[in-house]
């Protein structure tokens, strides 16, 4: 069985922040283009300072998006790493 290396946080980082721009382009795209669908309500729960929609909410917005990537590569690749160090060992 080949050995894996443990994962790093910049590039998982890197891509779930960048991973989580691009929805939240898709998401302000599709509630600009169908008013009805309620974007106006759940992007200002999910992202604090968000108002739809002004742009600097909107730079507010990818901002969050960018620094919720980075939060859950910082929390989640230590305890991956952590448990699959174990698995190697048993």
């Known amino acids: 069985m080949t050995e894996r290396l443990p994962l790093r946080i910049v590039p998982v980082g890197m891509s779930l922040a960048v991973f989580l721009v691009i929805t939240y382009l898709v998401c302000v795209s599709y509630g600009l283009i169908f008013q009805n669908a309620n974007m106006h309500q759940l992007l200002p ?5 968000f108002i739809w929609f ?6 507010i917005g990818l901002l969050w998006a960018f620094a ?22 048993s």
């Not at 729960?45 to 300072?49: V, W």
């Not at 002004?54 to 730079?59: T, V």
């Open 45 to 49: 729960m999910l992202l604090p300072g």
């Open 54 to 59: 002004s742009w600097q909410s909107f730079f």
């Open 68 to 89: 919720y990537g980075w939060y859950a590569a910082i929390v989640f690749i230590p305890i991956y790493n952590f448990f699959a160090a174990r698995g190697r060992k």
